[in-house]
């Protein structure tokens, strides 16, 4: 770690800057204070002789960085410099950041084990997020760093929502995003515990912060990208930081229990970390070995790159590990992985090998283990049991690159069915084992908040973790019964035990099929029609949501997630990647894919939108993509790949004429041919319809159904076209009321068309999960409803208690209603006399 | 003629007292354009150096020199701690070994002295600093030995062009130490650090002067 002495006139005010730098990052830091005179009256002044002292005190062989106040303070700094021998002298640098800031940044990045070069660079940027603070551009900005180019910098405070806090998997989609902009200089603050602020760019740095729920961050941002860096940042925020709201493990904040604690007769017991009960025999899971050797070499360049291959070939594995994952769960479990690519790449683990290899002369693989020990030792440090777990992840990472430059020996994969036993187990080693062969897991470290217990957790497998060492002792193929919701494991069990908890297992599948069949029922009015519900989804995670919610299908699935946030498109094996889970999750229902609908207002780099004036009216969504058609094409590949697996059917968003309809579905019939000419699946027929959203598409229904399979009405900009008045702007938002007979009186007319030509028209808006809206629709003759998930149980039990032959009457009165409110009344009044 | 142990001794104490003396002199000086502290700097600095000199009483002049330059860096406190510290080390480095200095050992010392005054503040003439006073002083002297003049000729001359020196700070602003922060406003006010550096020279001319027996 680089040392850091602090001088100044003062000796209280060396100390006050010293325990504030110490206060951040934590008290392995070297670090000295000096200041004063060693007089008894203590004079204010500097004295070369104490300094010399202060600075052999802390020495570091990694360097050492000197913050300094004015005038003697230097002089004599400098001097106490020529008293140490040149090769002490030669990795000493004085640095004139402000004290307190220059500080701050300087303790932190060297406990990150940042490189002298880094905690230099460090500190002297630490005025710049003051300076931002303030409103100003710090003057010296561009001299600091070239690279930052100047413009105003900008702020963005909000609130932490996520349940944990910005740990791994959120704060690497906040790295990677700010990562994106490379015109941005983006830092980030935890205002509520007054840390930072940070590099929003290094994974480490972010970290440190400990953001936890409830907690203010301040994100800054300054340069020629800082509006778009912030702007992404906040649509990430929105999102979540693209964290689900995963269950709540048993035990929050425990991070390993490795102590064996008995339970019941012959059971041990561990954390809780994935439910599930399984009996079977164990598997040991032997973790690869590895010996690291240290020695000298004289070739640091060829080391260096030896290092760097090693890491591409961890890159290369992680991505594998991840896509893996995706298949089988949700893109937000598959992030787990994407703090691993990052941690790769991170400044604080290569900057330290590179010195130790290139300084130093030591070897790749003691250098790189050097490094991530440091690493994960700063998180171990930190007052957060969270991010200590954190820690882990660092040496998973660190691991898997000392096996591919070591050639150590990988583990032996799994070949037969049964309940894998291990220490711990990295998320990697997780993705790695074959699902159809893994009937649950026991570790006996590690706890319920570890990445691949939260992977556990998405796979479904039942999981305990913490079981103690006394689990080790366990030999291979030893029968195992294991009840993942209470943490107990029981070696060879009792066969009434074992009888008992098979048929209790028995017990609850059936429940759940029951459950799940009851919500997953149709829903079909009293006299007989059936209604499609379905859901609205935005993700992959909430095809799953939507299916436990009882949804028939997915009505409209939003790819805009796909795309935003990032630099450059996403390209087809990717989105195909994404719609076949999606699909895949819905276990045969199916789904209708909406092609992108972005404009002004989602501005994505790689397509050059540009702000607009009025993006609800511009350039956006099937527009932009029928003047792209290559890109276009890419997305419309991906879907007809998906097609071809599973009941995937297709809409163009923000259709207006027929000519645009045309162009799409042609595009669509190109994209199908050269998938083929690919020698790749399609799909024998793909159903595809139109969003109807423009009030001239609406109009012009009979005309398009004559060529579309299907209308899909979007009521939310449906209704802000027709009654011209955005639903974002107070003062006009209660005329974009999709209850005004205007609306209603189009939906019926497009459902008239449809139906004329045999085709039919669903509803996809939040109006169709309302309530009150449902019997209009039904009675408007609306086939599909789509919703969000939450909204279906409802919706679908008032479909149940709807008489469908004697809504006439309630739709002739909203449609002769005068106001939105009127028509409310009637809704009311029929859902009432239903009952 | 040379300069005796005793006479180095003589003038380093003759300083402590002309400081004394004008230590509330150099601090109202300081309190112009600096911290206010020049004077009870010095002062504390050469009080320390006093109690040192019986330590060192036996040894050469070269470590005598070293040993007040020592001292005033670690008591000293402002920028005239290094400073002068370094100008003393210099002092000591050029007379390592020495019982007595010849004219041209004094000026060879001096020349080292003032060197490291300027290689430790990077201070140029003009900058409002001590070094206003010394290199005209370092100048005076080299000019009169060049000259055949004799010791006490040469270091009035060197005294007299420290004081002139010193004047000539008065109208400048200040480009180095705490009185740079006031740029403009440090016009109009004599620098207290080259007021002690003619102190220090003058002290040496009063001292080595006059011949009491110290200076043969
Ligand atoms: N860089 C420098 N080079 C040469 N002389 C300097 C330099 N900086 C200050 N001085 C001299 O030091 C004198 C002030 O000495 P003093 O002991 O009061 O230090 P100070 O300025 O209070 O110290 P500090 O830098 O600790 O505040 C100034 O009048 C000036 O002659
Ligand atoms: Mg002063």
């Known amino acids: 770690m680089v040392a850091i002495v602090i001088v100044s006139h003062s000796a209280r005010l060396a100390q006050g800057a010293a325990e504030l730098a110490r206060g951040m990052a934590g008290p392995d830091v070297p670090l000295a204070a000096v200041g004063g005179l060693d007089l008894p009256d203590q004079p204010l002044g500097t004295d070369a002789a104490l300094i010399q002292k202060a600075i052999e005190s802390v020495y570091q062989p990694d360097g050492v960085v000197v913050l300094m106040d004015l005038g003697s303070a230097i002089l004599s700094t400098e001097m106490a410099l020529e008293a140490l021998p040149p090769e002490q002298r030669e990795r000493i640098a004085l640095c004139e950041a402000p004290l307190v800031e220059g500080a701050l940044a300087a303790a932190v990045q060297s406990r990150l084990g940042a490189s002298l070069a880094q905690v230099l660079a460090e500190a002297r940027g630490a005025l710049a997020p003051k300076a931002a603070q303030l409103g100003l551009v710090p003057p010296d900005q561009s001299a600091v760093t070239a690279a930052v180019p100047a413009g105003p910098a900008l702020t963005l405070e909000l609130a932490v929502r996520n349940r944990l806090g910005l740990h791994a ?89 490795p102590t064996v604690t008995s339970g019941e007769a012959g059971s041990l017991l561990g954390l809780p970390v994935s439910p599930g009960i399984a009996l079977g025999p164990a598997r040991l899971f032997q973790p690869a070995v590895l010996a690291i050797p240290t020695h000298r070499i004289d070739n640091p360049q060829a080391e260096w790159d030896r290092l760097l291959a090693a890491l591409e070939r961890t890159r290369a594995q992680i991505q594998a590990a991840r896509t893996a994952v995706a298949q089988r769960t949700d893109r937000y479990a598959a992030a787990i992985f994407d703090a691993h690519l990052l941690f790769l790449d991170d400044e604080a683990l290569r900057g330290p090998a590179r010195a130790a290899i290139f300084d130093e002369r030591l070897n790749a693989a003691a250098a790189w283990q050097r490094a991530v020990d440091s690493v994960s030792a700063a998180y171990q440090a930190l007052d957060d049991d969270y991010l200590r777990v954190r820690a882990a992840d660092v040496a998973d990472v660190g691991r898997q690159a000392l096996l591919n430059l070591s050639n150590g020996h990988s583990p032996a994969p799994l070949t037969q069915a049964g309940i894998v036993v291990a220490g711990d187990l990295s998320p990697a080693d997780m993705a790695a084992l074959d699902p159809s062969l893994v009937m649950g897991v026991c570790t006996a470290y590690g706890g319920p908040t570890s990445h691949a217990a939260i992977l556990a957790r998405t796979l479904g497998v039942p999981a305990v973790a913490g079981l103690g060492p006394g689990l080790l002792a366990v030999a291979e193929g030893t029968v195992l019964l294991m009840d993942g919701a209470t943490g107990q494991v029981w ?260 459902a008239q068309a449809a139906h004329g030509l045999g085709k039919w028209a669903g509803v996809c808006g939040e109006f169709a999960g309302d309530p009150l809206a449902v019997p209009l629709l039904v009675g408007l003759g609306i086939d599909e409803l789509s919703m969000s998930a939450p909204a279906i149980p409802r919706a679908k039990a008032i479909v149940r208690d709807l008489e469908a032959g004697r809504l006439g009457d309630l739709v002739e009165r909203a449609l002769a209603a005068e106001t939105a409110a009127d028509v409310r009344a009637l809704a009311r009044q029929a859902v009432r006399s239903n009952p | 003629m040379t300069i005796s142990r005793d006479a180095v001794v003589d003038w380093i104490k003759a300083f402590a007292d002309v400081i004394a003396v004008n230590k509330d002199y150099l601090t109202e000086l300081d309190a112009a354009i600096g911290d206010a502290d020049h004077g009870a700097n010095m002062h504390r600095g050469f009080q320390a150096v006093l109690t040192k000199l019986p330590t060192v009483a036996d040894k050469d002049i070269g470590t005598l020199f070293k040993t007040v330059g020592m001292t005033l860096v670690s008591t000293v406190g402002g920028a005239a701690g290094p400073l002068y510290g370094t100008f003393f080390i210099q002092l000591g480095s050029a007379t390592t070994g020495k019982l007595e200095l010849t004219m041209a050992d004094w000026q060879a010392a001096l020349e080292a002295g003032v060197n490291g005054v300027v290689m430790r503040g990077k201070a140029n003439p ?46 400048w602003v200040a480009r180095k130490g705490r009185a740079s922060y006031l740029g403009e406003r440090s016009a109009g006010h004599q620098d207290p650090g080259a007021t002690s550096s003619h102190l220090l020279l003058k002290a040496a001319a009063d001292t080595w002067a006059d011949n009491s027996g110290n200076v043969g």
């Not at chain 1, 990430?236 to 048993?250: I, Q, S, T, Y």
């Not at chain 1, 595009?667 to 139109?690: F, K, Y």
């Not at chain 2, 206003?132 to 002083?137: E, N, R, T, V, W």
Request: hydrophobic share 50%; net charge negative; glycine share 8%.
């Open chain 1, 169 to 257: 998997r959120p704060a690497a989609r906040l790295v990677q995003t700010a990562g994106q902009f490379a015109g941005a200089d983006v830092h980030l603050r935890n205002v509520t515990a007054g840390r930072g602020p940070v590099s929003a760019k290094s994974i480490n740095a972010v970290a440190t912060l400990g953001v936890r729920q409830g907690q203010i961050v301040e994100i800054t941002a300054a340069g020629l990208e800082a509006e778009a860096a912030l702007a992404a940042l906040q649509r990430l925020a929105d999102d979540n930081f693209g964290d689900v709201d995963e269950p709540a493990p048993p035990a929050e904040r425990v991070v390993a229990r």
């Open chain 1, 491 to 750: 070696p060879e069990p009792a066969a009434a035990l074992a009888a008992d908890y098979v048929r209790r297992a028995e017990a609850e599948r059936s429940t759940k099929a029951a459950a799940l069949a009851a919500s997953a029922a149709p829903a079909v009015t009293r006299d007989g029609r059936r209604i499609e519900i379905a859901a609205n989804i935005g993700s992959v995670a909430d095809a799953q949501a939507a299916l436990a919610a009882g949804a028939e299908g997915v009505g409209l699935f939003r790819t805009e997630f796909v795309f935003l946030d990032r630099r450059a498109a996403p390209d087809e094996e990717e989105q195909y990647a994404i719609y076949r889970a999606a699909a895949a999750g819905l276990e045969g229902r199916p789904v209708i894919i909406r092609t992108l609908d972005a404009g002004g207002d989602k501005p994505l780099p790689y397509l050059d939108l540009g702000p607009e004036a009025n993006p609800f009216l511009g350039w956006r969504a099937v527009r932009v993509c029928l003047d792209r058609p290559e890109f276009f094409k890419v997305q419309l590949r991906a879907i007809v790949r998906a097609a071809a697996e599973f009941p995937v059917r297709v809409m163009f968003p923000m259709v207006a004429t027929l000519g645009e309809w045309r162009q799409a579905r042609d595009l669509l019939a190109e994209a199908r041919a050269e998938t083929a000419a690919r020698g790749l699946p399609v799909p024998a027929s793909l159903e595809t319809g139109i969003m109807i959203e423009i009030p001239a598409a609406a109009l012009r229904a009979k005309q398009f159904a004559a060529e579309v399979d299907f209308f899909s009405i979007g009521t939310n900009d449906l209704t802000q076209y027709v009654m011209a008045a955005e639903r974002g702007n107070p003062r006009v938002a209660a005329l974009a009321d999709s209850f005004h007979p205007a609306v209603l009186d189009l939906i019926g007319r497009v």
């Open chain 2, 126 to 171: 003009g900058d409002k600093t001590m070094v206003d006073a010394l290199i005209p002083a370092l100048g005076a002297f080299k000019a009169a030995s060049a000259s055949n003049a004799a010791l006490p000729a040469a270091l009035r001359d060197a005294a007299q062009a420290a004081e002139q020196g010193m004047l000539a700070t008065t109208p």
